[in-house]
């Protein structure tokens, strides 16, 4: 602070710095990729993406291939559809935890997160969508005296 402020005349003079929204700016490794985490209920994605012709690959095998039920795959594709950008960026996943489904919005969260990195202009599209967003949705745990997390043993008055 360059100028002190000695009394409340002074301090009514004085004009607040203007606040400006946050700058996202483009997030690339050595490589010419983005990486980020997507996560949904216990299943964990690390996601890369590059510049390329469309490819997906998910723990080694060709997107199609892993994830062989039509609405996951359709999961998988909706941030790189909604953002018009199908055949422009190779993405290559490695997930674990959970089951397929779990695996598959890991992966659609990561995605959004890694175009958002690649190409800052995006974020309002993909936040828009609710791509950005973690689900935090997970199961409930089990409660002692309970057979399930809420459900009740049956009742007998007798």
Not at 74 to 103: C, E, F, H, W
Request: glycine letters at 10%.
């Amino acid at each position: 602070m360059a100028d002190t402020i000695n009394s409340l005349e002074e301090l009514g003079t004085v004009t607040p710095a203007a606040a400006s929204a946050p700058v996202h700016v483009q997030k690339l490794d050595a490589y010419g990729r983005a990486y980020a985490t997507g996560k949904r209920k216990n299943a964990v994605a690390r996601v890369w993406i590059k510049p390329g012709s469309g490819k997906i690959v998910v723990n080694g095998k060709d997107y199609i291939a892993y994830f062989a039920r039509p609405v996951l795959q359709m999961i998988l594709q909706q941030p790189i559809v909604a953002v018009d950008r199908k055949d422009q960026y190779d993405v290559n996943v490695t997930v674990a935890g959970g089951g397929l489904s779990g695996q598959a919005g890991a992966v659609r969260h990561g995605i959004s997160k890694c175009l958002n990195d690649f190409e800052p202009g995006l974020r309002p599209i993909l936040k828009k969508g609710g791509f950005l967003t973690r689900d935090s949705r997970v199961v409930e745990r089990k409660k002692y005296g309970k057979a399930k997390a809420r459900k009740s043993f049956q009742f007998s008055k007798r």
